[in-house]
């Protein structure tokens, strides 16, 4: 079965450094997104992106983090200067084809990386 | 008006039993409602989904029960079993523009013991 894939599974990094989290969407599917979860706390979206741009953003998605699909495959989430409170579980997911409502709405989340701001 | 509101926090039940979790929304817009279950250090993974024009749908063991005019549904666990142990958020999506994100409801973390 088909899977979304996420690489590092965890990462530390000290405070104010550059860190980029890497996905592997399902083949077909055409929407991308990120979540975090802070520990314990509840999954919140952070950007969803679609036709090579950004479809919406939250709150958390300020200017210091930044996605991009550099090649047909791949899905990154760049945090540019990273700060305490970035530490959390980021959560990729992607939703399907252009095949009905029901594709694009069914969301499948990869593994997530853990990410260790020091 | 975002906000999914998810109750209880935590929920002990033995193997059989049927926990039931109930979540609850305002935003009218609303128009599809997941289930995830999440076990430790692992991603959601998806259970069940209803539309509100469903009042209810089972998929084996796991039924949602929704009511429209009170913006409440629930998941039922029947003959629950110790591998059921896990977190299991409600999510929403607004059917408004082509976006799918969803909002998650804080979590129910369910605990079947043999």
């Not at chain 1, 990273?82 to 409502?101: H, I, V, W």
């Not at chain 2, 906000?3 to 033995?14: A, D, E, G, R």
């Not at chain 2, 607004?94 to 409801?105: C, V």
């Amino acid at each position: 079965e088909p899977e979304v894939t996420q690489t590092p599974s965890h990462q530390v990094t000290q405070m104010g450094q550059e860190v980029i989290l890497r996905c592997v969407p399902i083949s077909n599917h055409l929407y991308f997104y990120w979540y975090r979860q802070i520990l314990g706390q509840k999954v919140e979206f952070l950007v969803s992106f679609y036709n090579n741009e950004i479809s919406e953003k939250s709150e958390i998605f300020d200017d210091q983090f930044s996605v991009e699909r550099p090649d047909g495959s791949n899905f990154t989430l760049k945090i540019r200067s990273t700060k305490l409170e970035d530490s959390a579980m980021y959560f990729c997911a992607s939703s399907g084809p252009n095949r009905g409502q029901g594709a694009k709405e069914t969301q499948y989340f990869g593994p997530g990386t853990r990410l260790l701001v020091l | 008006q975002q906000q999914v509101k998810q109750s209880p926090q935590s929920l002990i039940v033995q193997k059989g039993g049927i926990p039931i979790i109930n979540c609850a929304y305002e935003n009218t817009a609303f128009d599809y409602f997941p289930w995830y279950q999440q076990f430790p250090g692992k991603g959601p993974a998806l259970l069940i989904a209803i539309r509100p024009d469903v009042s209810e749908k089972k998929e084996g063991r796991f039924t949602i029960s929704f009511n429209k005019s009170a913006k409440q549904f629930s998941l039922h666990i029947m003959d629950s079993q110790p591998g059921d142990s896990a977190t299991y958020f409600c999510a929403a999506k607004d059917s408004g523009g082509s976006n799918y994100k969803l909002t998650f409801g804080k979590g129910t973390l369910l605990t079947v013991n043999p």
